[in-house]
C-alpha cells in the first residue's frame, strides 16, 4: 500500500478491497501494532422486492415462531448460565484457599 508522506508499506489484507480508496485512517494500538482502516466508495445493488412480509412472535415457551408456522425452540441459555453463575463463588473460595 502506497501512503503519503510514507511511501510503500506492506500490509495483510483481510479481504478483497472493492471501488475506490477515499481515505485511510492509520492507529497504534498499546501494544505497538498499527492498524489500517480504509474507506472505499462501491457500487450498491439493490435487491428485487418482493412484497412479502412475515411475522415472528417471540414467546416464552417457543423462542420464536414465525407467520408460516415454523417454530424456533428456546435455546435455555439462562438455565445453563444460572448453574455456571452459582458455582462460581466456590470456585473463588477455592483458588484464594490455594493462593494463602
Given amino acids: ?28 494500538n498499546p501494544s505497538g ?12 445493488t439493490e435487491w ?13 415457551k417457543d423462542f420464536a415462531i414465525l407467520s408460516d408456522g415454523t417454530t424456533y425452540s428456546n435455546p435455555k441459555f439462562f438455565r445453563s448460565l444460572g448453574e455456571k453463575l452459582a458455582k462460581l463463588p466456590y470456585i473463588i473460595y477455592a483458588i484464594r484457599r490455594s493462593l494463602i
Avoid at 501494532?33 to 450498491?44: D, N, Q
Fill in 1 to 28: 500500500m502506497k501512503l503519503p508522506k510514507l511511501g510503500l508499506v506492506r500490509f495483510a489484507k483481510s479481504r478483497e478491497v472493492k471501488g475506490r480508496i477515499l481515505n485511510a485512517t492509520i492507529r497504534c
Fill in 48 to 60: 428485487p422486492k418482493t412484497r412479502s412480509a412475515i411475522g415472528v412472535d417471540v414467546g416464552i
Fill in 33 to 44: 501494532k498499527y492498524f489500517v482502516s480504509l474507506c472505499t466508495e462501491t457500487e450498491v
